[in-house]
């Protein structure tokens, strides 16, 4: 069982920057993909960012590409998500996600995390 922890969420204005956090407990982490998704109020989960095992490989969202930026540590078990030029669309509840592949990240990961809330002010 892996168990990820959020952090990093809050209230940003306009054009600012987050950088979101997601610690893993397992310490098989270097062999999953890991990803970011994000839920809106009435709105369903969607994918936002993903990257593969070495970190070698990511895919975005068309509406973050350009703005966000996910990348990992395995020495650390973390997972990043950097998010500039945020717009008040971009809040959300975000969860972290794993997956034994980039496959099936997008569509069904193993794992979720708890969530963290992005609350972006116009």
């Known amino acids: 069982q892996v168990q990820l922890v959020e952090s990093g969420g809050g209230l940003v204005q306009a054009g600012g920057s987050l950088r979101l956090s997601c610690a893993a407990s397992?310490?098989?982490?270097?062999?999953?993909?890991m990803g970011w998704f994000r839920q809106a109020p009435g709105k369903e989960r969607e994918f936002v960012a993903g990257?593969?095992?070495?970190?070698?490989?990511?895919n975005y969202a068309d509406s973050v590409k350009g703005r966000f930026t996910i990348s990992r540590d395995n020495a650390k078990n973390t997972v990043y998500l950097q998010m500039n030029g945020l717009k008040p669309e971009d809040t959300a509840v975000y969860y972290c996600?794993?997956?034994?592949?980039?496959?099936?990240?997008?569509?069904?990961?193993?794992?979720w995390g708890q969530g963290t809330q992005v609350t972006v002010s116009s």
């Open positions: 397992e310490g098989t982490f270097r062999s999953y993909a």
């Open positions: 990257i593969n095992w070495s970190g070698g490989r990511t």
């Open positions: 996600a794993a997956a034994q592949a980039m496959g099936t990240l997008m569509y069904s990961p193993d794992y």
